[in-house]
């Protein structure tokens, strides 16, 4: 899980200007990471939820 965290902290974000608000940023938020059945294993397998938030005019493949 720390290798793809590490890559998507890399990912370039789209920002745009909004007028009368300012400079909007899309976000990655690791929200979740799970896995393993004791602190002192290594995990076999583990979850890795995020959520990722698009700004106005960015679609879904941009966002990939």
């Known amino acids: 899980a720390a290798r793809t965290v590490e890559a998507l902290k890399t990912m370039p974000l789209k920002s745009v200007e909004v007028p009368g608000v300012g400079t909007m940023q899309a976000s ?6 799970e896995g393993g ?4 294993n290594v995990a076999d397998s583990c979850s890795l939820w995020l959520d ?3 700004v106005a005019g960015e679609t879904g ?3 990939l």
Do not use: P
């Open 61 to 63: 493949v941009q966002a």
């Open 28 to 33: 990655v938020n690791f929200g979740l990471i």
């Open 52 to 54: 990722r938030r698009m």
């Open 37 to 40: 059945t004791a602190y002192n």
